[in-house]
Nanobody, 126 residues
Framework: QVQLVESGGGLVQAGGSLRLSCAAS????????KGWFRQAPGKEREFVAA????????YYADSVKGRFTISRDNAKNTVYLQMNSLKPEDTAVYYC???????????????????WGQGTQVTVSS
């Protein structure tokens, strides 16, 4: 059974940092693009960042560019999201996802992703 498990969320003050991890089990995704999305209360889920299987293509939402960094360790079947200079508007549940059908590049639409984690809460206080 395939599982994606996010960790690393929590409560942090504005300006602080968190590092999210998403570990996959049940199969390897070393040749699959991976992404992070988030959903704030009362809002639709939105794209945050994505990385191709090789790491050569990376794409960020404008709202996080320069503050967040996505990376992956294929040997550990894990993708990370380093979040710096956090703002209250970054408060959301963060989800990782895997895109099985993209050998090159990355996608920002959640419809492109096939597997999803359960999410981890990130709360940024002002």
């Amino acid at each position: 059974q395939v599982q994606l498990v996010e960790s690393g969320g929590g409560l942090v003050q504005a300006g602080g940092s968190l590092r999210l991890s998403c570990a996959a089990s049940g199969r390897t995704f070393d040749r699959c693009a991976k992404g992070w999305f988030r959903q704030a209360p009362g809002k639709e889920r939105e794209f945050v960042a994505a990385i191709s299987w090789s790491g050569s293509s990376i794409y960020y939402a404008d709202s996080v560019k320069g503050r967040f960094t996505i990376s992956r360790d294929n040997a550990k079947n894990t993708v990370y999201l380093q979040m710096n200079s956090l703002k209250p508007e970054d408060t959301a549940v963060y989800y990782c996802a895997v895109d099985l059908h993209r050998p090159v590049g990355v996608a920002s639409s959640e419809r492109a992703y096939d597997y999803w984690g359960q999410g981890t809460q990130v709360t940024v206080s002002s």
